[in-house]
């Protein structure tokens, strides 16, 4: 790609005008920096003097950082069973609030092995107990859902 005239901005961001694309060149060789183009699609295009290998750099970090912040999206997830004790059931309600208190989605399971499928009916109140205590610190996604063998349901954290 080669310009005649080009916009030029200079170190500091301020405006330098129009000038030919060779005077942008010297001013940016003369400064010890690079010419960036900015935007090729205006008339005329827009260069600027800036150091290219930092705005490389800086583009890096903030993906990274970007990439970092995505992480809230993971779902965890807790298993339940029909017949839980006492103290596994509050064990596993801690670790769902963790996960919550961390800002991460949550998923309750509650398996079902052979005859827990006639007593289908205890399982939901085992669900609708663990929503109760959850509704503090989540929103339900929905109802309980019977897929198979598993009531499932997600929750958003608060």
Not at 66 to 85: G, W, Y
Request: aromatic share 6%.
């Amino acid at each position: 790609m080669t310009f005649t005239e080009v916009r030029l901005i200079g170190l500091e961001g301020d405006q330098l005008g129009v000038v030919s694309y060779a005077r942008a060149k010297e001013l940016a060789q003369e400064a010890g920096q690079d010419l960036v183009l900015v935007s090729d699609r205006s008339t005329p295009p827009v260069v600027r003097i800036m150091n290219f290998g930092k705005l490389r750099y800086e583009q890096k970090k903030n993906l990274k950082q970007q990439r970092k912040n995505t992480a809230a999206q993971k779902v965890k997830e807790v298993k339940f069973r029909v017949n839980i004790d006492q103290h596994d059931y509050e064990t596993k309600i801690k670790h769902a609030l963790d996960f919550l208190e961390k800002k991460y989605r949550l998923k309750i399971t509650l398996a079902m092995r052979g005859r827990e499928m006639a007593h289908q009916d205890i399982a939901f109140e085992v669900i609708r107990k663990v929503m109760g205590e959850l509704a503090p610190y989540a929103d339900a996604d929905g109802q309980p859902k019977l897929l198979g063998r598993n009531i499932s349901v997600n929750f958003a954290p608060k």
